[in-house]
């Protein structure tokens, strides 16, 4: 990706979360715990899945892509707002935040499709079992992940290669903790009539349409669980469907408040603690409520600390 810069910018200074100099401290022990949290639990589970090939089923194989996508993308963020914290002025060059700019929007993105091609596996394993092998065989696992990918790729480059063309004069505070889309596009002294309406194209469809197949792919499923009988096993899936939900939920709920609201509706303080849920919340919770929570997870972690502490 050529960062070409046009703009008289050469960095931007980031405001942060917060101004209070009071909280700032309580609040970088509270990010940095969630972020070793975050860090271990992705990472462990993509350790996980990757060491035991009784995990290596398709369920397994997104969650697996899952959690390294969460990984990367609360890395991409958490950092440079714990910087934030515990300095007085935190600063981004022009390239580097043109950078993670780009990761940013391509990780959120990979979440999005992820969490949709999850739903979708849930879908043919209650709705459609006895298919379920050959529809989710390991070709078309890896290409629902190609696709996942490849989506994201697109999307990404659409918001920053818009971005660059933009030019930045004088005004260099981004008020925000990252470099996200809105705040750079209020420090533009040029037009932005088409970054936004890239933005209103890539999310409202990164929004609208993983949504409508996650809601179409949960009504098939909900109507599957009430047709069994077994009241321990509709118990089973109801608690795997609402885990799922409360996580998509949160993420998706969150992103559309940011993005799809009017700029006069919604205040960038406001903005900011919207982004704090699917930026590093969502990443938090994905290994516990997806892995931690499943039998064979759990079973296979068990297995994995007795071998090392009997070696």
């Known amino acids: 990706m050529d960062i070409g810069n046009s703009s008289l910018v050469a960095e931007f200074i980031l405001v942060g979360l917060t101004t209070y ?12 715990g969630i972020y070793i949290v975050t860090v271990t639990g992705n990472l462990g589970l993509v350790t996980l899945i990757g060491l035991n090939s009784h995990l290596h089923a398709p369920m397994y194989y997104f969650l697996f892509n899952l959690s390294l996508i969460d990984l990367c993308y609360s890395s991409v963020i958490t950092p440079k707002l714990l910087v934030n914290f515990v300095s007085k002025m935190n ?3 022009y390239a580097g935040c043109m950078t993670q700019l780009f990761f940013y929007c391509f990780f959120v993105s990979a979440e999005c499709y992820m969490l949709t091609v999850m739903a979708f596996d849930r879908y043919v394993a209650i709705c459609k079992p006895l298919q379920y092998t050959v529809t989710m065989s390991p070709q078309v696992c890896s290409l629902l992940a190609v696709i996942v990918y490849v989506g994201a790729f697109v999307g990404a480059w659409a918001h920053t290669g818009c971005m660059l063309r933009l030019t930045f004069c004088d005004a260099n505070t981004i008020n925000h903790y990252m470099c996200d889309i809105l705040p750079l596009l209020e420090l533009s002294c ?8 890239v933005v209103l194209i890539v999310v409202g469809f990164d929004v609208s349409v993983p949504s409508l197949t996650i809601i179409v792919s949960y009504s098939f499923i909900l109507s599957s669980i009430l047709r069994i009988r077994s009241t321990e096993g509709r118990s089973k899936a109801f608690s795997t469907c609402s885990s799922h939900i409360i996580v998509v939920s949160i993420f998706f709920g969150s992103g559309a408040f940011m993005y799809l609201h009017p700029s006069s509706v919604l205040s960038m303080d406001q903005g900011k603690v919207s982004t704090v849920f699917y930026t590093i919340v969502a990443p938090m919770l994905n290994p516990l409520i997806y892995s931690f929570r499943n039998k064979e ?9 007795s071998r090392i502490s009997f070696s």
């Not at 100099?21 to 940095?32: V, Y």
């Not at 932005?192 to 309406?197: K, R, V």
């Open 297 to 305: 997870v759990k079973v296979a972690l068990k297995k994995n600390l």
């Open 190 to 197: 040029t037009s932005t009539h088409n970054n936004e309406l």
């Open 91 to 93: 600063t981004i060059s």
């Open 21 to 32: 100099s009071e909280i700032q401290l309580p609040l970088f022990f509270l990010f940095l």
